[in-house]
């Protein structure tokens, strides 16, 4: 399982949450509220939070924006700071994802990604580290660096950032944005706008499907814009959402070595107005399974595996930033259909199951009060 508010927005978070015009026929359009079948339990708040992570006895991961990582009780009444990273966190940056290693019960390991400076400009980090609670004081030691995005560009905007492990437990999935540079998305040879599969030592995995093509080694599938959230269902799919330009805003099924179109087509615009070729059977891209316009902005994603809601089992869950929200998708096998969106009055940074089924949102901080809520069945 993996998973993450717009009154004014800075011009840096415009770049990737814009609105957009009236629905189009056969796209995921704005659904009218739906009535909130969860009760909502505010639990604790933080400093811009970035994303969550459910320990398996109930305490929470937090990562925020400036590079803290929080081990937190699930009452929240406790909280430790168990790491600060080296976080460059203007515009879009900051402490981003952390996810449990598959093998966590024995190893402790933690696997986190975060946006810094180096040479060349900026980019996204991928790393690990061992939650170590030995001393009585939790402390994340052995940290290393495992992969770093390729190239380090100027800019504050479209890390991504997000992991997400095979079912197997072999292999790491990690998304990198295009940085807000277009043409990367496209580019073989770089890494940027790509869902990339690695080892668990942050190595190119074999056996990816472009290598021989002339592409990055790492390269799992490309043509992506700023990709957010990243998930495999129980059925071993590895589900991606993305947010679009202004309007387009996509859930994609992601398929080794497919080109997802981006800039070369997406159901959105340019932000300066110039039109972009739609997604249209036969023009060599991947659509994606779901698209909304007006946005949404996304989020986390989570898909459901809990029996708290077992209404809910195998679905996924978006947050909704500009659009404040909750958002419900129905899957089913490899099909997508909108469900439900509820009205969250914040902008929800991520979405994470909890150990026992229930449901966690955090807000994004700035304009919401960074506010961890638990949800779980009205009544």
Same mark, same amino acid.
């Given at each position: ?8 927005? $800075?011009? &840096? ?8 015009? &009236?629905?189009?026929?056969?796209? &995921? ?6 009535? @909130? ?5 505010v ?18 991961? *937090? ?23 080296? *976080? ?6 900051a402490l981003m994802? *952390? ?24 980019g996204?980090?991928?790393?690990r ?16 660096t495992?992969? +770093?995005? /390729?190239p380090?560009?100027? #800019? ?5 950032? /997000?992991?997400?492990?095979? $079912? ?23 890494t ?5 599969r ?8 074999? !056996? ?5 093509k ?31 330009? @202004? ?7 992601i398929?080794?070595? +497919? ?6 087509a997406?159901? #959105? ?12 059977? #036969? =023009?060599?891209y991947?659509?994606? @399974? ?7 902005? $996304? !989020?986390g ?13 195998? =679905? ?11 958002v ?11 469900? =439900? ?5 914040a ?7 909890? &150990? ?5 949102l955090?807000?994004d901080?700035?304009?919401?009060? #960074? ?9």
């Amino acid at each position: 399982m993996r998973r993450t508010l717009l009154a004014t927005l $800075p011009i &840096a978070l415009l770049a990737c949450s814009g609105n957009a015009p &009236a629905d189009v026929a056969g796209q &995921a359009g704005t659904t009218p509220p739906s009535a @909130k079948p969860f009760k909502e339990t505010v639990v604790a708040d933080f400093d811009s939070p970035w994303a969550l992570a459910a320990l398996p006895d109930g305490r929470l991961l *937090v990562t925020e924006k400036g590079g803290q990582m929080l081990l937190v009780a699930g009452d929240g009444k406790s909280r430790q700071t168990i790491a600060t990273l080296p *976080v460059d966190s203007a515009g879009q940056g900051a402490l981003m994802d *952390v996810v449990l290693a598959p093998d966590f019960a024995t190893s402790r390991r933690l696997y986190f990604s975060y946006s810094t400076a180096g040479e060349g400009g900026k980019g996204v980090v991928l790393a690990r580290g061992r939650l170590d609670e030995s001393a009585g004081q939790a402390r994340l030691r052995e940290v290393e660096t495992l992969f +770093r995005a /390729r190239p380090f560009v100027e #800019g504050n905007g479209h890390y991504s950032g /997000r992991i997400a492990f095979s $079912p197997d437990g072999r292999y790491l999935f990690f998304t990198n944005g295009e940085r807000q540079k277009f043409t990367p998305a496209q580019d073989p040879k770089v890494t940027l706008g790509k869902v990339l599969r690695l080892t668990l030592d942050g190595k190119p995995a074999p !056996g990816n499907p472009l290598a021989a093509k002339g592409f990055a080694p790492e390269i799992w599938t490309y043509g992506h814009r700023n990709l957010l959230g990243l998930a495999f269902d129980a059925h071993g799919n590895l589900w991606e959402q993305e947010m679009g330009p @202004k309007g387009g805003d996509e859930l994609n099924l992601i398929l080794p070595g +497919r080109n997802y179109g981006w800039p070369n087509a997406s159901n #959105g615009s340019n932000y300066d107005g110039t039109d972009i070729s739609d997604h249209r059977p #036969g =023009d060599g891209y991947e659509p994606p @399974k779901l698209w909304w316009n007006p946005v949404i902005s $996304p !989020g986390g994603l989570m898909i459901y595996s809990g029996s708290l809601f077992p209404q809910w089992k195998g =679905d996924a869950f978006i947050g909704g930033l500009s659009s404040q929200s909750l958002v419900h998708v129905h899957l089913d096998g490899t099909n997508a259909a909108k469900a =439900d969106q509820w009205r969250m009055g914040a902008r929800i940074r991520d979405v994470e199951q909890a &150990a026992d089924g229930a449901i966690w949102l955090i807000e994004d901080g700035g304009e919401s009060q #960074g506010r961890l809520i638990k949800l779980t069945p009205a009544g």
